[in-house]
């Protein structure tokens, strides 16, 4: 079965440093999503991403998350400077339909987890 | 007022018994009403989605919509313990948004 797979699984690193999740959506899937869950915290929305472009960001998105799609199969997730509050579970989906964040066919991969020292 | 609210649980119930699970909003915009499961160290998998009021139907699980309450619930007869996850329930507008609004989760134990 096709899934969303994501690297690293954990990554810890130090307040200030530049760190990149990665992501490789399903080969049919065009849409692409972040969303973020900070411990016993609920999901939370932070971008999503069509034809190369962000469309649609959350007011949590801002100047220092960055997306990219480099080439055909990954979807990345920038954090340019981290903090500690950027410590998170980081989860990418992906969606075969513009309809996916109505009908919530979203495929989840298993997250990314990122410790902020 | 939260925009979307959960009970966290934890819920512990036995084998073979029906669970509640529950979410009350307060946007009365929300029309696409789902219900996710997340495994511990897992992402979350959608179990069902609901459009407008109603309910749904899908096995051992009902989906519930109650827009003049803006509560929705999700019934699980005869409980299994490979059901033992956090329940999300999440929320969409009609509108054009590719945002999903998410409850914090329901933990359930079902033990044998």
């Known amino acids: 079965e096709p899934e969303v797979t994501q690297t690293p699984s954990h990554q810890v690193t130090q307040m200030g440093q530049e760190v990149i999740l990665r992501c490789v959506p399903i080969?049919?899937?065009?849409?692409f999503y972040w969303y973020r869950q900070i411990l016993g915290q609920k999901v939370e929305f932070l971008v999503s991403?069509?034809?190369?472009?962000?469309?649609?960001k959350s007011e949590i998105f801002d100047d220092q998350f960055s997306v990219e799609r480099p080439d055909g199969s990954n979807f990345t997730l920038k954090i340019r400077s981290t903090k500690l509050e950027d410590s998170a579970m980081y989860f990418c989906?992906?969606?075969?339909?513009?309809?996916?964040?109505?009908?919530?066919?979203?495929?989840f991969g298993e997250g990314s987890r990122l410790t902020v020292l | 007022q939260k925009e979307v609210e959960q009970d966290p649980g934890p819920l512990s119930v036995p084998e073979g018994a029906i669970v509640s699970l529950n979410c009350t909003y307060s946007?009365?915009?929300?029309?696409?009403f789902m219900w996710y499961r997340q495994y511990s160290r897992k992402g979350p998998e959608l179990l069902m989605y609901?459009?407008?009021?109603g309910n749904k139907e899908d096995g051992r699980f009902t989906a519930q919509v109650d827009k003049s309450s803006k509560y929705i619930s999700l019934f699980i007869r005869d409980s299994q313990p490979s059901d033992s996850a956090t329940y999300l329930c999440?929320?969409?507008?009609?509108?054009?948004?590719?945002?999903?609004?998410f409850g914090t989760g329901t933990r359930l134990q079902v033990f044998p």
């Open positions: 991403f069509y034809n190369n472009e962000i469309s649609e």
């Open positions: 999440a929320m969409s507008p009609f509108y054009n948004t590719d945002k999903l609004i």
């Open positions: 609901t459009y407008s009021s």
């Open positions: 989906a992906s969606s075969e339909v513009s309809t996916g964040a109505n009908t919530g066919e979203l495929f």
């Open positions: 080969s049919n899937h065009l849409y």
């Open positions: 946007n009365s915009a929300f029309q696409y």
